[in-house]
Structure formats: C-alpha cells, structure tokens
C-alpha cells in the first residue's frame, strides 16, 4: 500500500510542480483575461480558450529542452545595483549601453521578452495568422504574468539567500492553488497601452516593490511555527524534501493579505490589455472571420454564463474553470504526502 501511495504521489505531484505561478495560476490567468477583452476579440479567443489555457505554459516546458530559454521569465533587479528602479532604462539598447548585453542576459530579460513576443503578435494579427496569432498570444502572456510575480524580479528568487529556501512555489503555486476559492478574479476591462514597453515596466516594478513583504511575512508568520508544524519532510529517490503544510501556508496566506489575488487579477487585466494592443496595432482585423465554423447558439450562450459568473466574481463556484482539477489533484498529492510521511 505504502509503495502504490508513493508511486501516486510521485506521479500526480509531477504533474502538478511548475516554474512561474505554478501551472495551475497560469492557466487560471489565461482564461481570466479572454472575459476582459473587447467584443470583436473574444469570440475568437473563446473559441480557442483550451488551447489558450493548455499552452499557457509552453515557455517553463520549453526550459527543459532550451538553454535560451529560462532567463526570459525573470529579472533580477539588485544585481544592477540598489536604485535600479530609477536608474535602469526602459529600453534595451540604452540598458544594453549601460549594464551590458551579458549583465542583462545573465541577470534576466523579461521586461524586454514581452516587448519582443508583442512585435510579433502585432505581425501576426496583421498577417491574419492564426496560428500565429495563438501561439504569440500564448507565450506573451507567460512572460507578462511571470513579470508580476514578485520573487522574479528578485535575485533572492526562492528565498534562497535569507534562509527562506521554497518560497517561490509557495507563494506563485501552493497559495493560489489552496485559496483560489476565497478569490475575486473580477478585474478591469482590457485597455489600449500607448506605451507597452513602459506598462511592462510599470508591471516589474509593481512586483519589485512587493518583494520585501514577500519575504518579511514569511519570517513573521513562521514565528508560531516550529520546524515540525512548518514542514513535512518526504523522501523521493533518496532525496529529502520539505514542503510546507497547509496550516503554514494559511498562515502565510493571510498575512498576505490579497497579495496574491491581486497580481493574478493584474496579470489577467494586462494580459488583456497587450493582447488587445497588438490587434489593434496589427491593424483591428476581423476575427470572427478567422473562424473555421461560425459560432454557434451554444457557444455564445456558454461564453455569456460565463462572463456572468465572472462579472459577478463567482466562476469558481460556478465550477466554470477549465483548471479546476488542479485543486483537487494538489489535495490528493498532499493527502498522500502527509499517509507515507
Ligand atoms: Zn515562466
């Protein structure tokens, strides 16, 4: 029994552990940000909402096979000295001119990746591709959501140099996983950014200043903590693992406050926008025509339901996530974690 328990964990827990926001988050934030688009896009992204949400991920699935790829999801600002955020340009050339082409590739590029994949997105629209058009708007979003991540935009990325080692999937993959029931995912409206490149800066700086917190309520709730309450250690393929329990995690959550449904609401919100941007910058083509079939009764009620339930800030009740199954895989991984331990 105890052998097929492991084997379970292993196998759901694989399934479950991400890079940036967690799996579960991403594809969250994904189908959040097709509600706030505008009419003449969303049932074209409706339409292809699983694909949208599937791929939301693509990018951390890509740091496996691509040594190029995994410092286009961060940005370690202290690395660039402790005014960073005033003194750091916006753009690449004049930070390139600045740090270095090599500072900035080793300490992380994703304020500029985000500018990047938007060009393209743009070319996309305005090539009427639509496979293009999917598989831009994909990746953008990954990176504009791992921007408002606090900790990737931190050297001290996983707690790692203040003894707070694993905070980073605490935060970006346990919390939101453990609370996403208690959230109101209702955000703002998409919204035309005249300046992208300065929005995604904005975001980084946004996430940058919530670092601190990040960082100090985990030191404060850990204070009614003991290393046995905080943790269960479990061994796989001889190697010890600590996770932090649920009681911990609560703990952490609500110190936080709305942190963290807050960056996903923001994500969704801008995710929207860039994406809103790059059509209209592509030239507002009609995607309605870009539709194998024409929409049908059905679709159109269903998208309805669920901007209603959205609107209303009640998908989850509604059970109108496409991810859901993420919540209770994370529970039946914990419940095995906590029988073998
Ligand atoms: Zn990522």
Request: aromatic share 10%; with cysteine.
């Amino acid at each position: 029994m105890r052998k097929v328990l492991l084997v379970l964990a292993l196998v759901l827990s694989c399934s479950v552990l991400g890079y940036s926001w967690g799996f579960f988050g991403h594809k969250v934030i994904q189908q959040l940000a097709i509600y706030a688009l505008p009419k003449a896009m969303q049932a074209f992204y409706h339409r292809h909402m699983a694909t949208l949400v599937e791929t939301a991920v693509r990018p951390d699935e890509r740091r496996n096979s691509d040594p190029e790829e995994a410092h286009k999801h961060y940005i370690d600002l202290e690395a660039f000295g402790s005014n960073v955020l005033q003194e750091m340009p916006e753009a690449w050339s004049a930070a390139a001119a600045k740090y270095s082409k090599d500072s900035l590739n080793k300490y992380g590029i994703v304020p500029w990746e985000v500018v990047r994949i938007k060009g393209l997105l743009t070319q996309a629209f305005y090539r009427k591709d639509t496979d293009s058009i999917l598989y831009y708007s994909a990746d953008l979003a990954h990176y504009i959501q791992d921007a408002h991540v606090p900790l990737h935009t931190s050297l001290n990325h996983d707690g790692q140099l203040t003894g707070q080692h694993g905070l980073h999937s605490l935060w970006e993959s346990k919390l939101p996983e453990q609370h996403l029931a208690t959230y109101n995912l209702k955000h703002a409206k998409a919204q035309y950014l005249s300046n992208p490149e300065h929005e995604i800066w904005q975001v980084v700086r946004e996430s940058h200043k919530l670092v601190p917190q990040v960082l100090s309520f985990e030191k404060q709730a850990s204070q009614n903590f003991t290393d046995a309450t905080k943790f269960t250690i479990t061994e796989r393929n001889g190697r010890t693992r600590k996770n932090y329990t649920d009681a911990f995690a609560s703990a952490y959550h609500q110190a936080l406050g709305t942190m963290v449904q807050d960056r996903m609401r923001a994500a969704a919100e801008r995710t929207a926008s860039f994406w809103y941007t790059c059509w209209v910058d592509g030239g507002k083509p009609d995607l309605d025509k870009l539709l194998s079939t024409p929409r049908t009764k059905t679709e159109n009620k269903q998208l309805k339901r669920e901007l209603k339930a959205w609107k209303k800030g009640n998908l989850q009740e509604k059970d109108l996530l496409l991810t859901k199954i993420r919540i209770s895989l994370m529970n039946v991984v914990e419940w095995v974690q906590e029988k073998i331990a």
